[in-house]
RNA sequence: GCCCCCGUAGCUCAGUAGGAUAGAGCAACGGAUUCCUAAUCCGUGUGCCGGGCGUUCGAAUCGCCCCGGGGGCACCA
């Protein structure tokens, strides 16, 4: 409705400047938005006062001009009014709303895809945590984010990929190796002073049995150096499948778990500094290797070779994205705890100097979760090894609630996740609210059942029948939802749909306890069953995308 | 010290790429069920949008300065 809106006023510009009425110039955004106050119309654009500028004259005059000159071809303006300061409000006619129920009935489970993305192929990295423990609280948001913000993508014709990358090249798994190490000594009798900066949690211990189980006693006489990339590789695998499960449950499945140490085969790494010193991005001090990322707004050169030789994770992570880019993805979205923001202009730099657009690559960024028991906050420290799983979460409080909770904030906001209320099947849980509706409407598409109607189809069915305010706020709602999807998606904000829902749940609410929707008036009953199917549609379209099931009895 | 994010109702937060009179949920209080599910609905309040200056026809939104909270400032990942 929107792009329809503003077409007219392109078309209405465009024919205002052939008859000379002001000079050409380029045109500005046109931008046109739904009000939040009926009296102002369904639409409204800025346009007049946008161009007041350029043009000198005064936006009521230029609004005018502008309304003398719309041509509505297909006749779903009913009138349009100037008002304040120059804004131009569109009042529709009443047969667009239900208009919009047919877009309904026709593109049913694909209703509100909008065609934002063209087809473009979007690489969505998410999750990516190293595989030295299980998933925990602060993983699943950025797993439900990602997961949420792929399905937006792909649900506006973007082509769209679901990568891991598995930071399995490192440090931390040879820690991880050495703490699996030191509890399979301890297991065996032997004295052990562990370390403070090993694993600690109780999974490692079990890693260490199974070891045992499997091997005994054999690598007990074998030196430390020797032994530790077996038990590394051991237990890092038998992590990532776990991570892998924990996922399945929550419903995320990935395209590809990307191993870092594919990088660094053939010298893969090494390669790409040379070309990047060829380009002059990178120069040494003597015996260290580092990267110009000031030439491109950093505050600081960076470090891709160590004293020791070794590339940094930066130096690794230039190829990584470099891999990405060279599949072909016109668009690479990372997907970052929000204590690696500061990491952001050297990767962007990165991916300047290897000579993609600066917008080819968007950070999005999630802020931490305050997990919480009824308001007190529970202690977590991965090291310590006490920490709440995301399994442990999934499963205490369901994959639906858990999901919906994790999008109802900016993912760039703190978040208070309180398990018992998570898992409270009450008015302060909003899953159930929204998840309500829906079961509601199909409730009474039984009841409709139960009284041999059939399902009415919109050439027969009289929308003239609609007419209450609350049933017109309805059709505005279900006619928003693409617009909606398609500001998720520009936006990379996901949480946009948990809002939207919450105001369709409220209203269909509202409606529905003043209003039967079954009665003795059959045409009534008609047009109010095509609207409930409808909304029911919308709900589930919706609740799809982020994942989250639609019941039909609650 | 430098950089980033945040500061909106008692609490938790929205506020649609600057728009018209700043919204919702929770909490509190009072009501609604012979009738499609009461996990629902209806009603009752509250705001120096942290503060100041500026840009603009117009600022919660943009810029600068301060105050307060969090995070980051590795040849760690």
Excluded at 81 to 92: D, Q, R, V
Excluded at 473 to 492: D, S, T, Y
Aim: hydrophobic content about 40%; charged content about 25%; overall charge negative.
């Amino acid at each position: 409705m929107k792009e329809k809106l503003v077409a007219v006023l392109r078309n209405a510009l465009r024919t205002c400047e052939q008859e000379g009425l002001w000079e050409a110039g380029t045109l500005p955004f046109i931008e046109v938005d739904w009000t939040k106050d009926s009296t102002h119309g369904d639409y409204a654009s800025n346009i007049a006062m946008m161009l007041a500028s350029r043009l000198k004259r005064k936006p009521r005059q230029i609004a005018e001009t502008i309304c003398q000159h719309l041509h509505d071809d297909e006749g779903i303006i009913e009138k349009t009014e100037i008002a304040g300061p120059g804004f131009i409000n569109f009042f529709l006619k009443e047969a667009i709303w239900a208009g919009c129920l047919a877009d309904v009935e026709r593109q049913g489970a694909r209703y509100g895809f909008a065609d934002v993305g063209g087809g473009k192929k979007v690489q969505v990295e998410f999750v990516s945590a190293n595989p030295t423990g299980p998933l925990h609280i602060g993983h699943a948001r950025g797993a439900v984010v990602g997961d949420v913000l792929a399905n937006v993508l792909a649900a506006t014709n973007h082509d769209v990929f679901r990568e891991y990358y598995i930071n399995d090249a490192g440090n931390q798994m040879n820690n991880l190796g050495r703490s699996v190490l030191y509890r399979y000594r301890e297991l065996q009798g032997q004295e052990v002073a562990f370390p403070e900066n090993c694993y600690q949690g109780d999974y490692i211990k079990a890693l260490a049995s199974d070891i045992i189980a499997r091997d005994g006693d054999v690598h007990l006489k074998k030196a430390e150096d020797d032994v530790i990339p077996l038990f590394t590789a051991y237990a890092a695998g038998v992590i990532m499948e776990g991570i892998k499960d924990d996922l399945g449950a929550f419903g995320i499945k990935f395209d590809l778990y990307f191993s870092e140490r594919e990088l660094y085969r053939d010298d893969g790494v090494a390669k790409l500094l040379r070309e990047l010193e060829d380009k002059k991005f990178i120069y040494s001090d003597g015996d260290t290797l580092w990267f110009k990322t000031t030439d491109f707004g950093d505050e600081k050169d960076r470090v891709v070779v160590r004293q020791n030789g070794e590339p940094t994770y930066f130096a690794a992570d230039i190829a990584y994205h470099r891999n990405k880019f060279s599949r072909g993805f016109d668009t690479v979205i990372d997907i970052w705890g929000a204590d690696h923001h500061g990491y952001i202009p050297r990767m962007s730099a990165g991916v300047q100097a290897l000579g993609y657009n600066k917008e080819s690559l968007k950070v999005v960024l999630i802020q931490l979760v305050n997990l919480l028991r009824d308001g007190k906050p529970v202690a977590m420290s991965t090291r310590s090894g006490e920490f709440v799983t995301m399994r442990e979460v999934v499963d205490e409080v369901g994959r639906d609630a858990a999901r919906y909770n994790f999008l109802m904030r900016r993912s760039d906001s703190h978040l208070d996740f309180d398990l018992e209320v998570a898992k409270r099947q009450s008015n302060e849980n909003p899953v159930y609210y929204v998840q309500y509706a829906h079961a509601r409407i199909c409730s009474i598409l039984r009841t409709a059942g139960e009284r041999q109607l059939k399902t009415p189809d919109y050439a027969t069915t009289d929308f003239s029948r609609l007419v209450l305010p609350e049933e017109i706020g309805l059709m505005k709602m279900i006619i928003r939802f693409p617009e909606v999807l398609e500001g998720a998606a520009k936006m990379l904000e996901p949480h946009r749909l948990t809002f939207f829902l919450n105001d369709l749940a409220g209203m269909f609410h509202s409606y529905y306890n003043k209003n039967k929707v079954v009665s003795d008036d059959p045409a009534l009953t008609a047009a109010r069953l095509f609207l409930v199917i409808a909304i029911r549609v919308v709900l589930h379209n919706a609740l799809t995308i982020l994942g989250v099931s639609s019941p039909e009895k609650m």
